[in-house]
C-alpha cells in the first residue's frame, strides 16, 4: 500500500512556520501581511475556497480581507478596485477567485494586478520568470504547494521521469516548468501530456512521478501508474452523493482505491494538493510583504 502524502498534516506545519515569520515581522514594529481576494458572483464553491483562505490568514496572523461583487460588476469598475488595491500601501497580495462572469476578460484582469502583488503568480512577469528559474516573481500557488509538499517528504526528482497531465496555465503548465528547472525540487525530465496526446497509458507507465491536473474523476486508473510510482493528484470535482450530508463529495482525478495498491506515494482527496494550494498562496504573501521591507 501506497504511503499517504498528507496535505493536510503538512499544511498545519507550514502554518506554524508562517506564523513564526510574522511574529517576527509585527515584533519588529512593523504590520502584519494583508492578502485580499476578490470574488465576483455567488459560485458556491469559489465562496469556500476563498472563506478558507481567508481563514488561514488569520491562523497565520495575516490580515485577510475578502470583498464581494455582485456578478453584474462591469469589466471597468472591477478593473478600477483592482488598480485602487495596486496603489494601496497596506496590501501586499492581490487575488481574484477565477472563473470570472462571461462578460469580464480574466486575462484583462489577472494582467491588470501589479506583478508585486500578484500572490497567485498569474501575470506574464511572474510567468515568464518562472519559465527562467528566476525565483524574485511569484509562482502559482497549486504547483509552488506541490513542491512545497515533495521537498518535506524529501522526495528525489532530480534525474526522475515527472508526467503531468493537463497544461493549464495555473497547474499543468506551471507544474511542468517548476519538475524542470534547476532547483531542489527540479531537475526532473518532464512530460507534459494534454488531451491531445496520444497513448498516454504508455507514457504514465514510464513515470516515476505523475502530476494529475485534469478535472476528471477517476481518470488515472491503477493500470497506468508504474509499481511505487508518487501520485499527486491536483483534480477537485465535486460529485453528486445523497449519502453525505451536504448531497455532494469530492472526487480527484486518480482512482485512489485501485491506484494506493500500486503506487509508492499517494496524495487523497480531499487531504493532499488543496491544503498545499493554501500554503502557496501564504508562502507567496509573506514574500510580498518580506520584499517591502
Ligand atoms: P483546466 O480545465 O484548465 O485544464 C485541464 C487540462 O486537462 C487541460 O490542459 C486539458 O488538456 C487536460 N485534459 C483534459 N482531458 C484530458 C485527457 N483526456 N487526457 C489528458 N489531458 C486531458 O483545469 P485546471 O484549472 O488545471 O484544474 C484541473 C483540476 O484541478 C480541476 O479538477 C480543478 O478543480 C483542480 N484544481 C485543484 C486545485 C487544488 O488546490 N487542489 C487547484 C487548482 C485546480
Not at 25 to 34: C, L, V
Not at 80 to 96: H, Q, S, T, Y
Not at 143 to 170: C, F, W
Request: net charge neutral; charged share 20%; hydrophobic share 40%.
Amino acid at each position: 500500500m501506497a504511503e499517504i502524502l498528507d496535505g493536510k498534516a503538512v499544511s498545519d506545519f507550514f502554518k506554524q512556520e508562517i506564523a513564526k515569520e510574522v511574529l517576527a515581522i509585527t515584533a519588529a514594529g512593523n504590520r502584519a501581511p494583508h492578502l485580499v481576494a476578490i470574488l465576483v458572483g455567488n459560485d458556491g464553491g469559489s465562496k469556500t475556497y476563498v472563506e478558507a483562505k481567508k481563514k488561514a490568514c488569520k491562523l497565520v496572523g495575516f490580515e485577510g480581507t475578502v470583498l464581494y461583487f455582485p456578478d453584474t460588476i462591469s469589466q471597468d469598475e472591477l478593473l478600477a478596485k483592482v488598480n485602487e488595491i495596486n496603489d494601496d500601501p497596506n496590501i501586499d497580495g492581490l487575488i481574484v477567485q477565477l472563473p470570472l462572469p462571461k462578460h469580464i476578460n480574466e486575462n484583462a484582469v489577472t494582467q491588470t494586478i501589479v506583478p508585486e502583488k500578484d500572490v497567485d503568480g498569474f501575470h506574464d512577469i511572474n510567468m515568464g520568470k518562472l519559465a527562467k528559474g528566476d525565483n524574485s516573481g511569484y509562482t502559482s500557488a497549486t504547483p509552488l504547494g506541490i513542491t512545497m509538499l515533495l521537498k518535506y517528504y524529501g522526495i528525489e526528482t532530480a534525474g526522475k521521469h515527472a508526467v503531468v497531465i493537463g497544461r493549464s496555465n495555473i497547474v499543468g503548465r506551471p507544474m511542468s516548468i517548476l519538475l524542470s528547472n534547476s532547483s531542489e525540487t527540479g531537475n526532473a525530465t518532464v512530460t507534459l501530456t494534454h488531451s491531445r496526446t496520444q497513448n498516454l497509458k504508455d507514457i504514465t507507465l514510464q513515470a516515476d512521478i505523475i502530476v494529475a491536473a485534469i478535472g476528471q474523476p477517476n481518470f488515472v486508473s491503477a493500470d497506468m501508474v508504474k509499481p511505487g510510482a508518487i501520485v499527486i493528484d491536483v483534480g477537485i470535482t465535486r460529485l453528486d452523493d445523497s449519502s453525505k450530508k451536504a448531497g455532494w463529495r469530492l472526487a480527484g482525478d486518480v482512482d485512489f482505491a485501485a491506484v494506493e495498491k500500486i503506487a509508492g506515494k499517494i496524495t487523497p482527496v480531499p487531504g493532499g494538493v488543496g491544503p498545499m494550494t493554501v500554503i502557496g498562496l501564504l508562502y507567496n504573501t509573506l514574500q510580498a510583504r518580506k520584499r517591502q521591507l
